[in-house]
């Protein structure tokens, strides 16, 4: 078992930069492939970002990269996701998540494949 908890959310201008942290308790961390996704208004969770258990593979949206970077210390048990060059349309509840894997982060890309969830921060980008 392991629990996740998200912070580093809020209110930002477009063009602003955020960065959120997902803090993990219980079992060994360096064990979880980990990723980001986010969750708009009556829209489906989405993928946004994950990286391997060893933080040498990540995988993007297409609608982030260049933007987004995913990150990890596993000393501290924590990913990171920078949030650059925001757009209105990243408003969004971001949630972490975790997967107990040594496959890579392309298998992080979609969400049935995880077994842990954080409860969400929200990201509000401003126009």
């Known amino acids: 078992q392991v629990q996740l908890v998200e912070s580093g959310g809020g209110l930002v201008q477009a063009g602003g930069s955020l960065r959120l942290s997902c803090a993990a308790s219980?079992?060994?961390?360096?064990?979880?492939?980990m990723g980001w996704f986010r969750q708009a208004p009556g829209k489906e969770r989405e993928f946004v970002a994950a990286i391997s258990r060893g933080g040498a593979s990540t995988n993007y949206a297409e609608s982030v990269k260049g933007r987004f970077t995913i990150s990890r210390d596993n000393a501290k048990s924590t990913v990171y996701l920078h949030l650059n060059s925001l757009k209105s349309e990243d408003t969004a509840v971001y949630y972490c998540?975790?997967?107990?894997?040594?496959?890579?982060?392309?298998?992080?890309?979609?969400?049935?494949?995880?077994?842990?969830w954080g409860q969400g921060t929200q990201v509000t980008v401003s126009s």
């Open positions: 219980g079992r060994t961390f360096s064990s979880y492939l």
């Open positions: 998540a975790a997967k107990a894997t040594s496959y890579s982060a392309t298998y992080g890309s979609a969400r049935w494949n995880y077994d842990y």
